[in-house]
């Protein structure tokens, strides 16, 4: 098969590219060059992709990059923009199947949740809104790029409708800080309102390994693509981050579970300080996303554990995280003031 991956350098893109390369399909890779210079493999995985170059927003860049090429399908992890989706997919409009990256925040009323099934409200557009305007915000531009796809690929058209993806060579350091805090061990602030709260999540490789298999299967429609809701709970998933580091950990790491009031009182941001804590309600529902229709689609979920044991394997030989990821976003985990500062008090507070 002939498969272009728009945004085959980044992270789940550069998976996808070496499924369908352990496949034996023909991959080509559409990127603006900036990520990981296009042309220069990364790893031996990418040798023999043939790398091409345009800002997926620019029309003249992609006709440049498409004109006279054609594929069988296109993997999309590289949906950023409205318009960068029109303009690829003017290019690509005879490709026999499209999978859109596309993400759970394009459903309405998430957060907080729950998401009953994929026939859920996504964002619609604003009344009177300029119909060639960039909406405001991911989901929005997610639902909108999803609307704009659909009138281009109709019924060749894939919407993977992504949950939190987790896994070996994850950029975010979300789940990269819980691993690592875990590791250096000590007295280590857990929030106490989320610990039974149900979590999922999607390893980049089994949607990897989805995306290029639903190209070759011409799987379509939309997917709530992630693992099963209730695939463990926030406690568990530290449980098992403590199971894994195992033997790796300075000293042993010990539970302070602190409610919500306290947390946030001493400045705790909910989602970036403690990754993936959400205060109040909320949590309760966030995860709970109905992923029949992903398994009905063949989308294979691993254990937590085997993807906290590949991703621990992959992280404690990585340098320590940047101080600002290349994102330029704050990056993840608590400060160090504040989790002395909620330590002490604790510490002092009677019992
Ligand atoms: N991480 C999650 O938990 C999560 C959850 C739900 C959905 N998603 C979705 O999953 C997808 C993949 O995420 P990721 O973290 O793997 O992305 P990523 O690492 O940021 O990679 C983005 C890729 O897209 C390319 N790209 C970006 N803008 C481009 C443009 N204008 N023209 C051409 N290429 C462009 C980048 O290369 P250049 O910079 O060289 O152009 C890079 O190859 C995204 O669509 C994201 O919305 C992620």
């Not at 463990?232 to 790796?248: H, S």
């Not at 949590?283 to 590949?310: E, H, N, Y």
């Not at 990821?325 to 704050?330: L, T």
Request: hydrophobic share 45%; glycine share 12%.
């Amino acid at each position: 098969m002939r498969l272009l991956v728009i945004g085959g350098t980044g992270w789940l893109g550069g998976t996808v590219v070496r499924a369908a390369l352990a496949r034996g399909d023909e991959v080509t890779t559409l990127t603006r060059g900036r990520t990981a210079p296009a042309g220069s493999p990364r790893d031996g995985a990418l040798r023999g992709v043939r790398a091409l170059v345009a800002d997926r927003a620019d029309p003249a860049d992609v006709d440049r990059a498409l004109t006279g090429r054609t594929f069988d399908a296109v993997v999309d992890t590289a949906g950023y923009s409205v318009a960068g989706v029109r303009t690829t997919a003017a290019a690509l409009a005879d490709v026999g199947h499209y999978a859109y990256v596309s993400s759970i925040s394009a459903y309405r009323d998430w957060p907080p949740g729950p998401i009953q099934g994929t026939g859920d409200p996504t964002f619609a557009a604003a009344p009177g809104a300029d119909p060639e305007a960039e909406p405001a915000g991911y989901g929005p531009m997610k639902a909108a790029s999803e609307r704009a796809l659909a009138e281009v690929f109709g019924d060749r058209l894939l919407l993977a409708r992504s949950g939190l993806i987790v896994g070996p060579g994850d950029p975010t350091g979300r789940l990269g800080w819980w691993l690592r805090r875990i590791a250096r061990g000590g007295d280590v602030v857990v929030p106490a309102s989320n610990l039974e709260a149900p979590v999922a999540f999607v390893d980049v490789r089994d949607l990897a390994d989805w995306l290029v298999d639903g190209a070759h299967r011409q799987v379509t429609g939309a997917v709530n693509a992630s693992g099963d809701a209730g695939m463990t709970t926030y406690g568990g998933l530290l449980e098992a981050c403590r199971t894994v580091v195992g033997a790796d950990a300075d000293r042993a790491a010990t539970w302070v579970p602190l409610d919500d009031a306290m947390l946030l009182a001493a400045g705790v941001e909910e989602w970036t300080h403690l990754p993936f804590w959400s205060a109040g309600d909320a949590a309760r529902t966030l995860w709970q996303v109905d992923t029949t229709s992903a398994r009905a689609a063949g989308l294979a979920s691993r254990p937590i554990v085997d993807t906290l044991r590949d991703t621990w394997s992959w992280l404690r030989d990585q340098p320590p995280a940047a101080a600002t990821p290349v994102s330029g976003r704050p990056p993840f985990g608590l400060p160090a003031a504040i989790e002395h500062t909620l330590l002490d008090a604790r510490r002092r507070r009677p019992v």
